[in-house]
């Protein structure tokens, strides 16, 4: 700690920050614009200028900007200073100057950093006069809106969009006082990561379109601290509501997973929760059609054998609750058994002891990284970009010696130029990570293990060597092999997108032999859905096994949890499935396939509707909260539901259900392996003085104006038994536990700014540690049969393709494709083919294969990449025209001459 003294009261502080991030941590209010925790300093907005003094004597002092020096022992300084204080206000004068002042308007009316800062120093008043500078918007896709003329020039934006994020089309355009920031001409900002400009830009230039649609500012809106539902990785989101609707999701701070920054599926992909077709009230078909639902119910519960179909997109206590109801025996997990495979041996291994599961934050500070069969910017979006940090980070190592602190961002990217760390992206197509990487390999899936055997081979002898590897692919797993043993962070990236197992051996044997070697390797894996590993946890047989016990003959109703069957497997096979039960009760909140087949369709609440726990891919069990109360009687969470038949199938009277509490100690209780997942957030009972935590801002104003036209007096707001939330405005106004805080607010700090309030200092934890509770130290042992083989050479076949499943961030998850704003971005089915194969198959670019796959037929236009081997195409994962394949799949083309 050094010594430092604002205006003569002395601080100890820690060395190697800035003055502006000391000040924060510090609780004192400095206004800036330019300066971002993620993204350090770069002087420039001039907004947070300082007096610095030589010494305690020095009376004179001299103004500096508090984010570009560093912060020493015994240094001298002032904030209320009035040269520093006029500085400050006449700087930020000079930036109003063309600035529309269209607060009463502005999207971010409520949130803007901009109205803090102006208010903070004290510039209330407009002396500009003459003509303002104006500009054209531009149209920047489904995701943004562009208002030009708010623009204060503080290089945020450029800086997160092209230095940050990787991406191409934002810039800046002109010099002086006229420069433009936006693309070279009106487009769709092709970024995953475009959707962080709306929190990232200071004022109102970049706002979210979506937000716009239904209009809300921010005091207006019951906020709730959620879990994003869109991938495996966990990100913390805010969600906010207002008229029964969401209307944004906005990030949620955790130091250990997302940072200040998530993906754009999980931004905009929150609209399902709105969609017009979605499930509302019960519905009941063939011979019990007509009748109450509860004697509809009364005969399926207790008139036979249930059996249970799980979900990985429910909630554990949603899954516990439909085991406790079906029985243990006859619980089953609702995916294909070659993912079922998958995620156990991924389980096997992360509690084998052998390898490090690293946090999506740790993954960040990687030295060397391989990427096995995983495309990381489409199936784990905020995963690739923390992959970006890693290649961006590893160069500053090597300026250790030149006296620039890391905080001094130009600097130090003046600096170190093109360096980059390393990265080898082995995967069937180009991806966005190969622009950044050091190394490729474009090969087939079992190619792809080969290659990963084949470094595990030269790191441990006792792996054995793939027989018969081309020499160009035996050089790159040498080098790879030397890079990973030189390393002090290595990182293996894998996963389930190809659905290979070798490849998460091969993985494994890179980290065995890592760990032989003393080296701390990290080895993440990227899963399929938001509670994949919770719902593999429970070890459930698979929905094949499923199947296999519908034939018996001895159930007479499936109970199918939040999980559209007919995009696990072939329509034939789920068909037969439901044909072998007398009932299928079904719970879910979408319109889909499955939810057709139902004899009694029960709705059920979203995650923005009901309260939950998840697990995510590194393990870490973390809760998503009620942002509202639906407005239909019948829209309960499906744990809720489940929990009352079990009492009701039991001969007991469903009165008072059980509280979220209670399931889950009952969860932990019955499987050790969840130890912990209880302490993810606080009890229902927790109260702060007495008061429990409000969803609503203090200037909340939305319940009255919402329902002047029946009564002007309010109604009763509801109340929340399962958690520590209230909904209401009333209620405690300090600063609550991290996986509770529902809002980010501090007095002058109206913005997400404010989120260095509740941090424990400006850019590290929040106060009270990071929200979620890894599960990895339970002592469970997940069985799964490793093995040291290496496949055979992947082998072009002439009557049929190899078919491999292409993720895309837009389109393969299920949930935000019924965002219009995502399925507008979403790709139309394709196939993808190696240009010779095209010429054998005598097709061109765009011309449509008809290709038998299962029991389907689908037309398809051919995409042509020629990075993919020959024998092998690649299919969009998952679109909705293109479900119902089992994967891995073949295709044979039936209109082409082979």
């Known amino acids: 700690m050094v010594r430092i003294y604002i205006d003569q009261k002395p601080y100890d502080v820690k060395p190697g920050k800035n003055l502006l991030e000391t000040c924060l941590t510090l609780g004192l209010d400095l206004p800036y614009f330019c300066w971002h925790p993620a993204m350090g300093s770069v002087g420039a907005c001039r907004q947070c200028a300082v007096k610095l003094f030589k010494d305690e004597n020095d009376k004179t002092g001299r103004l500096v900007m508090a984010c570009m020096e560093g912060v020493r022992d015994n240094m001298y300084l002032s904030l209320n200073d009035t040269a520093a204080h006029d500085f400050r206000s006449q700087n930020i004068e000079w930036l109003m100057s063309n600035h529309p002042h269209d ?97 990232v830009c200071p004022t109102g230039v970049f706002t979210d379109k979506t937000l716009r649609e239904h209009y809300t500012r921010k005091w207006d809106m019951t906020m709730a601290p959620s879990i994003c539902q869109h991938c495996s990785l966990g990100c913390n989101i805010i969600a906010g509501e207002r008229y029964g609707a969401l209307r944004q999701i906005t990030n949620r701070f955790n130091g250990a997973v997302n940072g200040y920054f998530i993906c754009d599926r999980g931004r905009y992909g929150y609209e399902f929760v709105n969609d017009p077709g979605r499930v509302r009230q019960p519905v009941i078909r063939g011979e019990k059609e007509g009748r109450n639902l509860f004697e509809s119910l009364s005969g399926i519960l207790t008139g036979g054998k249930l059996l249970g179909i799980g979900s990985p997109r429910a909630s554990l206590e949603a899954n516990f609750a439909l085991r406790r109801l079906v029985g243990e025996e006859n619980f089953y997990q609702g995916i294909s058994e070659n993912e079922a495979g998958l995620l156990r041996k991924i389980l096997a291994i992360q509690h084998s002891g052998h390898v490090y599961t690293p946090s999506l934050k740790e993954t960040e500070y990687a030295d060397v990284t391989l990427v096995l069969g995983e495309d990381p910017t489409n199936s784990a979006p905020r995963l690739a970009l923390a992959l970006r940090q890693a290649v961006r980070t590893k160069p500053l190592e090597n300026i250790a010696g030149s006296n620039i602190p890391l905080w001094n961002d130009a600097a130090i990217r003046e600096m170190i130029q093109d360096e980059k760390g390393e990265l080898f992206m082995a995967y069937p197509v180009n991806t966005k990570l190969d622009e950044v990487a050091s190394g490729m390999l474009h090969a087939a899936p079992e190619d792809i293990a080969r290659f990963g055997f084949a470094v595990a081979h030269y790191m441990e002898s006792s792996v054995p060597e793939p027989e018969g590897l081309p020499a160009q692919t035996k050089e790159s797993a040498r080098r790879m092999a030397d890079l990973l043993q030189k390393a002090e962070r290595p990182l293996i990236v894998s996963g389930t997108s190809l659905f290979n197992e070798d490849i998460i051996q091969a993985a494994y044997q890179i980290g065995q032999a890592l760990e032989k070697a003393e080296k701390k390797a990290g080895l993440c894996f990227v899963l399929p859905e938001c509670n994949s590993a919770g719902l593999a946890m429970m070890q459930a047989p698979s929905l094949a096994m499923a199947m296999r016990a519908a034939e018996t003959g001895e159930f007479a109703t499936a109970v199918v949890l939040e999980n559209d069957l007919y995009r696990r497997a072939e329509r034939s096979e789920i068909d037969r499935f439901f044909n072998a039960f007398k009932n299928s009760l079904v719970l879910d909140h979408l319109e889909n396939d499955t939810a057709r087949k139902a004899t009694v369709l029960i709705p059920t609440a979203t995650f923005a509707e009901g309260e939950g726990t998840l697990v995510n891919n590194e393990e870490r069990a973390q809760r998503f909260f009620q942002v509202f109360m639906p407005k239909n009687e019948h829209i309960r969470e499906s744990w809720r539901w489940l929990d009352e038949f079990r009492q009701f199938r039991e001969g007991t009277k469903p009165d008072e259900l059980r509280e979220l509490d209670n399931l889950l100690e009952e969860l932990v209780n019955a499987m050790p392996q969840f130890k912990g997942a209880e302490m993810a957030a606080p009890l229902s009972d927790f109260r702060i003085n007495g008061q429990r935590i409000p969803r609503e801002p203090h200037r909340f104003s939305g ?182 394949i089992a994967w891995p799949a073949k295709g044979v083309l039936t209109n082409a001459t082979v």
């Open 703 to 884: 319940r009255t104006a919402m329902l002047a036209n029946v009564a002007v007096s309010e109604p009763k707001p509801p109340v929340d038994t399962d958690s520590p939330l209230s909904f209401t405005m009333e209620g405690y106004r300090g600063m609550p536990p991290a996986p509770l805080t529902p809002f980010y607010w501090s007095p002058g700090w109206n913005s997400g700014q404010s989120v260095h309030k509740y941090q424990s200092e400006a850019g590290g934890p929040l106060r009270g540690g990071d929200p979620g509770v890894r599960l990895l130290g339970n002592a469970v042992h997940f069985s799964n049969g490793f093995h040291s083989a290496s496949p055979a050479a992947f082998k072009r076949q002439m009557d049929e393709m190899a078919l491999v499943p292409l993720t895309h961030i837009f389109g393969s998850d299920e949930l935000s494709v019924l965002s219009p704003s995502v399925e507008g971005r979403s790709p139309r089915p394709y196939i993808a083919l190696n240009s010779l194969d095209a010429e054998r198959l005598h097709v061109s670019e765009g011309a449509i294969l008809k290709m038998r796959i299962g029991d389907q037929v689908f037309d398809l236009p051919v995409t042509l990449k020629n990075e993919l081997p020959e024998g092998l195409a690649g299919l969009p994962y998952n679109l909705p025209s293109l479900s119902g």
């Open 103 to 199: 607060c009463a308007v502005c999207d971010e009316g409520g949130s803007c950093h901009l109205q803090d800062m102006t208010v903070m120093t004290g510039h209330a008043y407009r002396r500009f006069r003459f003509p303002k500078r104006t500009y054209q918007n531009q149209y920047l896709g489904p995701f943004l809106h562009h208002e030009m003329n708010r623009c204060i020039q503080c290089y945020r934006c450029v800086r997160f969009y092209k230095d940050y994020a990787g991406g191409k089309d934002l810039d800046v355009f002109a010099a002086h006082n006229h420069v433009y920031f936006g693309r070279e001409k009106d487009g769709v900002l092709e970024n995953e990561f475009s959707g962080n400009l709306a929190e």
